[in-house]
């Protein structure tokens, strides 16, 4: 989820309202702040967002010819009436296979029994040890972010962060 004054620079940038040095310190104080979030919420490993990112295409679309990246690739990813397949689990030889199990597309949460029925039905597979608890994926798959909250995305962390502790501390 993107903080709104990293939104309304980011269309301040590109209308030339405020340089790209500009962008890139508002970019820098919002890090800031989902890295503080992250360690209030209990989170053990930190990410930035990729908030110096306007959209989770954009590096790709620049890597082919003829195709120009764009803010307004909005559509967030969906994997229709069977997403349920994105969080079967698959053996791993040693290495550490991340459950993304915690939805960030939508403010409800998961309970901590689902949870902890899907990391032991894992576990059947791949040696607890080598399990870790992740949401599905980032909060802001799109300039704009998911439709959720602030407070829906602390209460996700700090939901990753005590289903974790349970389970492997």
């Not at 397949?85 to 689902?114: C, H, M, W, Y």
Request: aromatic share 6%; net charge negative.
């Amino acid at each position: 989820m993107r903080p709104r004054e990293l939104i309304e620079a980011r269309s301040a940038c590109r209308e030339g309202r405020i340089d790209a040095e500009r962008l890139r310190g508002i970019e820098d104080c919002s890090i800031l702040t989902a890295l503080e979030l992250q360690k209030e919420a209990g989170i053990d490993v930190f990410t930035d967002g990729e908030y110096h990112r306007g959209n989770f295409m954009a590096d790709f679309a620049s890597s082919l010819d003829g195709m120009m990246p764009s803010e307004s690739i909005m559509a967030p990813i969906r994997r229709g009436p069977n997403r349920e397949l994105a969080n079967e689990f698959r053996r791993s030889d040693g290495e550490t296979v991340v459950l993304g199990l915690i939805t960030t597309k939508e403010p409800q949460s998961e309970s901590e029994d689902v949870l902890r029925r899907r990391i032991d039905e894992a576990a059947k597979y791949v040696p607890l040890e080598n399990l870790a608890l992740s949401t599905q994926c980032g909060f802001a798959s799109t300039l704009l972010g998911n439709l959720i909250s602030w407070d829906d995305m602390r209460r996700k962390l700090e939901l990753v962060a005590k289903v974790a502790r349970t389970v492997w501390d």
